[in-house]
């Protein structure tokens, strides 16, 4: 696997995007991606699959710690508690105790980035 890296951050140059897989179909194409080596799998809360995401990953046998997990926080949940509230959702939801990315999913020009 060849990786990025920039100011001490490593990351996978190939990741495993994961917009419209569910249930089952969802689990057994994550943990097949693992198998044959990515490393890096992105999901967000609008996707609706980061339970079964964070269950392929503990399923995979491959150890949390070298896999690069990203999500991303919905337009409507930027306002400064709802960004918190939805990273503290997706965690749960994905079982694995951290993200290595926490993304925007799409700026809203009504909630300033600062």
């Known amino acids: 696997m060849r990786y990025l890296e920039s100011k001490g951050a490593r990351v996978p140059a190939l ?4 917009q419209g897989l569910l249930g ?13 080596g990515y490393r890096f799998v992105d999901t967000s ?27 991303k926080v919905s337009r409507g949940h930027l306002d400064r508690p709802d960004v918190r509230r939805a990273c503290e959702a997706s965690l749960a939801r994905l079982g694995t105790g951290y993200a290595d990315l926490l993304l925007v999913h799409w700026p809203d020009p009504r909630v300033p980035l600062a």
């Open 15 to 18: 990741g495993l995007g994961t």
């Open 45 to 71: 809360e609008e996707y609706g699959n980061e339970l079964e995401i964070g269950r392929a990953i503990r399923e995979s046998g491959v150890d949390r710690g070298e896999v690069f997990l990203a999500t």
């Open 24 to 36: 089952d179909t969802c689990i057994r194409l994550v943990r097949c991606a693992l198998e044959v």
